[in-house]
T-cell receptor, first 113, second 112 residues
Framework: DGGITQSPKYLFRKEGQNVTLSCEQN?????MYWYRQDPGQGLRLIYY???????QKGDIAEGYSVSREKKESFPLTVTSAQKNPTAFYLC????????????FGSGTRLTVV | GENVEQHPSTLSVQEGDSAVIKCTYS??????FPWYKQELGKRPQLIID?????GEKKDQRIAVTLNKTAKHFSLHITETQPEDSAVYFC???????????FGRGTSLIVHP
């Protein structure tokens, strides 16, 4: 499915619960990214990673955590510290230096219940 | 850092008309400008991009123009079709970073 797979497609979280969103790519891309999408707000960067075992905070990292133990995988954990987690989450990858555009995953819609 | 403004936020056209979406950027060092199309409930997909050494690029009914002096770039869609209905995002990547900054998106509605 375009070389980058996100799961699950829909996720429901109870108050005070941590949840982890999966992102896997087989494009051999060095860089991976997590974005949050809310209506009317475009795409906001949560975290990004250029290489394995290294990642950087984006514009809205509070309440989120990531890991990059393998080149192919970049999971995002939405912690209980994130007070408004209901959103559409998009994972993306690129060749590493941004000289080409992103390849996006199909997204995970997270809802707090 | 880079700041990207995108207009309009909503654009409604009749099938067959042209549609133009405009973006401005703040960092004169930006050198890569992609455009993404996102259909309802789906992933954004790259539809066209332009680099700072080029003024215009076309791909069938889609074209992008870049004015480096004025720091703005535009997406042009000719002979619009209902399947062009989607949200379109522009982005600009500063030469000092490989993270693009996105505009807030334009919802294009093409009426049959």
């Amino acid at each position: 499915d375009g070389g980058i797979t996100q799961s699950p497609k829909y996720l429901f979280r109870k108050e005070g619960q941590n949840v982890t969103l999966s992102c896997e790519q087989n494009l051999n891309h060095d860089a991976m990214y997590w974005y949050r999408q809310d209506p009317g707000q475009g795409l906001r960067l949560i975290y990004y990673s250029q290489i394995v075992n290294d990642f950087q905070k984006g514009d809205i990292a509070e309440g989120y955590s990531v890991s990059r133990e393998k080149k192919e995988s970049f999971p995002l954990t939405v912690t209980s510290a994130q007070k408004n987690p209901t959103a559409f989450y998009l994972c993306a990858s690129s060749g590493g230096t941004g000289v080409t555009g992103y390849t996006f995953g199909s997204g995970t819609r997270l809802t707090v219940v | 850092g880079e700041n990207v403004e995108q207009h309009p936020s909503t654009l409604s056209v009749q099938e067959g008309d042209s549609a133009v979406i405009k973006c401005t950027y703040s960092d004169s060092a930006s050198n890569y400008f992609p455009w993404y199309k996102q259909e309802l409930g789906k992933r954004p997909q790259l539809i066209i991009d332009i680099r700072s050494n080029v003024g215009e690029k076309k791909d069938q009914r889609i074209a992008v123009t870049l004015n480096k002096t004025a720091k703005h770039f535009s997406l042009h869609i000719t002979e619009t079709q209902p399947e062009d209905s989607a949200v379109y995002f522009c982005a600009a990547r500063s030469g000092g970073s490989y993270i693009p900054t996105f505009g807030r998106g334009t919802s294009l509605i093409v009426h049959p």
